[in-house]
């Protein structure tokens, strides 16, 4: 099997998640958008600081989510946002991700503001979520990527958390077809649900079916088990094990964050 490639040009790279809180026009907004931005640069800034070789932008906050599209409002906030945190962490890689499926939005987002990659949820075939059936639109993805942001990269899930396929499949195959057929540059393995346990066979399967795709772990990684999980995958997304009690919705504790960031670049060989 031909070795993965690197994903944005780094060895086996640790993603932190920026968690925006709600934006305007979404139902738990409050305060305004500068509070929103002052939040994102305090948490980019301290996970920048402790050494995360890259930053993803979500609104996080915006639950319940648009299944697919969202409105001009919120495309405008996360701009602002992401803009923000660039300019608070200029020399480290940004992502962005337009929750919950508007993967059109994100790369228009990206383009905006220099991002390097976005997460796409949903990239190829259909997932019936807590917003419905959402379907893959990789054709309109990598057209519109093609015309618009050629250098972006794209990391994409299989078969995503709080999700289930919509018709039986199982992960090595939607990991084949996400990678071979779908465009993705990397594919995500999340667990069941934000902050899941991972299972080390599951990211196994995508492994070997991923080809030269780097896999990524999308959640459940912590400084007590990413040894483990590192060991047989390329590179992790995380965000709750940043945070304040581990949990997403809260601010990033730079002590936690520190010691996984060291328990993380041990286990990549890097410390």
């Given at each position: 099997?031909?070795?993965?490639?690197?994903?944005?040009?780094?060895?086996?790279?640790?993603?932190?998640?920026?968690?925006?809180?709600?934006?305007?026009?979404?139902?738990?907004?409050?305060?305004?958008?500068?509070?929103?931005?002052?939040?994102?640069?305090?948490?980019?800034?301290?996970?920048?600081?402790?050494?995360?070789?890259?930053?993803?932008?979500?609104?996080?906050g915006d639950a319940p989510f648009w299944k697919d599209?969202?409105?001009?409002?919120?495309?405008?906030?996360?701009?602002?946002?992401?803009?923000?945190?660039?300019?608070?962490?200029?020399?480290?890689?940004?992502?962005i991700n337009c929750l919950r499926n508007d993967a059109?939005?994100?790369?228009?987002?990206?383009?905006?503001?220099?991002?390097?990659?976005?997460?796409?949820?949903?990239?190829?075939?259909?997932?019936?979520?807590?917003?419905?059936?959402?379907?893959?639109?990789?054709?309109?993805?990598?057209?519109?990527?093609?015309?618009?942001?050629?250098?972006?990269?794209?990391?994409?899930?299989?078969?995503?958390?709080?999700?289930?396929?919509?018709?039986?499949?199982?992960?090595?195959?939607?990991?084949?077809?996400?990678?071979?057929?779908?465009?993705?540059?990397?594919?995500?393995?999340?667990?069941?649900?934000?902050?899941?346990?991972?299972?080390?066979?599951?990211?196994?399967?995508?492994?070997?079916?991923?080809?030269?795709?780097?896999?990524?772990?999308?959640?459940?990684?912590?400084?007590?088990?990413?040894?483990?999980?590192?060991?047989?995958?390329?590179?992790?997304?995380?965000?709750?094990?940043?945070?304040?009690?581990?949990?997403?919705?809260?601010?990033?504790?730079?002590?936690?964050?520190?010691?996984?960031?060291?328990?993380y670049r041990r286990a990549r060989g890097t410390s």
């Amino acid at each position: 099997m031909e070795a993965p490639r690197p994903f944005l040009g780094l060895h086996r790279p640790l993603i932190g998640v920026v968690h925006l809180a709600a934006l305007p026009g979404a139902p738990r907004h409050r305060g305004g958008l500068e509070g929103v931005i002052a939040r994102a640069v305090a948490d980019a800034g301290s996970l920048a600081a402790v050494g995360v070789d890259a930053l993803l932008v979500e609104n996080y906050g915006d639950a319940p989510f648009w299944k697919d599209r969202v409105p001009p409002e919120t495309v405008a906030a996360l701009t602002a946002a992401a803009l923000a945190v660039r300019a608070a962490a200029p020399h480290v890689p940004l992502g962005i991700n337009c929750l919950r499926n508007d993967a059109l939005a994100a790369l228009g987002i990206a383009a905006a503001t220099g991002a390097a990659f976005v997460r796409v949820n949903v990239l190829t075939g259909a997932m019936l979520t807590d917003q419905g059936v959402i379907e893959g639109r990789a054709a309109e993805v990598a057209r519109l990527r093609a015309a618009l942001c050629p250098r972006v990269s794209i990391a994409a899930d299989v078969l995503v958390k709080h999700a289930v396929p919509l018709a039986p499949t199982d992960v090595a195959r939607a990991a084949a077809d996400l990678a071979g057929r779908g465009g993705a540059d990397a594919v995500i393995v999340t667990g069941a649900h934000t902050a899941g346990a991972v299972d080390e066979g599951r990211v196994r399967a995508v492994r070997a079916a991923a080809g030269p795709r780097p896999v990524l772990l999308g959640s459940g990684v912590r400084a007590e088990n990413v040894a483990e999980l590192l060991a047989v995958a390329d590179g992790a997304v995380v965000g709750s094990a940043l945070k304040r009690a581990g949990r997403a919705e809260n601010r990033v504790d730079r002590r936690r964050a520190a010691a996984f960031v060291a328990a993380y670049r041990r286990a990549r060989g890097t410390s």
